[in-house]
């Protein structure tokens, strides 16, 4: 079945160093989504990605999809103590009723 | 909007026993589906409904875990019996039919 890895596990930064976890896919993804998750919190949706080689900004995060469907990244620039939490990727195959294989997630810690 | 509704919030019960979580979508959202996140991992999907009817239950533990859909708006899943295994928390979420998901608060299940 489909697999969706990521890297790093773990991650520790001091405030304001930049950050990026990485994401790959066992197969070609129709789509792929990007969730964080505090601490004792549930996942909350970031962004989509559809388009080969796509890349979309969110103040401070940048989000690419890689050119064969089966790799993307999330970069943050000048980390801030509230970007703490986990960062999982999603994708989704295509034909597979939607349906969202998670990665394990990047835990991101920011020291202040 | 009101969000994605889950009770309990949280549960506590010995191996062997049997236990019931409910979700509320959010209204109109077609698409409801129930995750297990153990510790340290990304979400597991274990039933995706689409109105009142399965799309993807091949993660499913169906001989322990049971889920419906009645009149495709809440839903609850099952467990019976409970293994030390299933101590996770379930989450629920909602989405319309191409995009982000909603996801609910959760519920802790501690199995003893």
């Known amino acids: ?112 | 909007e009101a969000g994605v509704a889950q009770s309990p919030r949280y549960k506590i019960i010995e191996k062997r026993q049997s236990v019931a979580f409910w979700c509320n979508p959010i209204s109109g959202h077609a698409t409801l589906y129930w995750y297990q996140q153990i510790l340290g991992q990304g979400p597991k999907l274990l039933i995706q409904f689409q109105n009142n009817g399965v799309v993807d239950d091949s993660q499913l533990p169906k001989d322990r875990f049971s889920a419906e859909r009645l009149k495709g708006v809440d839903s609850t899943l099952k467990i019976q019996p409970a293994k030390l295994e299933d101590s996770a928390v379930y989450l629920c979420a909602s989405s319309s039919l191409f995009g982000e998901q909603y996801f609910g608060p959760g519920t802790r299940l501690t199995v003893t």
């Open chain 1, 1 to 112: 079945g489909q697999q969706v890895m990521q890297i790093p596990q773990y991650q520790h930064v001091q405030e304001g160093e930049d950050f990026t976890t990485y994401c790959n896919s066992s197969t070609t993804l129709s789509n792929i989504q990007w969730y964080k998750q505090r601490p004792g919190g549930h996942p909350v949706f970031l962004i989509q990605l559809v388009k080969s080689g796509e890349v979309k900004k969110q103040k401070r995060l940048t989000f690419q999809f890689g050119e064969a469907k089966k790799n993307s990244s999330l970069h943050i620039t000048a980390t801030q103590t509230t970007d703490v939490g986990t960062y999982f990727c999603a994708g989704i195959s295509g034909g597979s009723n939607y349906k969202l294989t998670f990665g394990k997630g990047t835990l991101l810690t920011v020291n202040p």
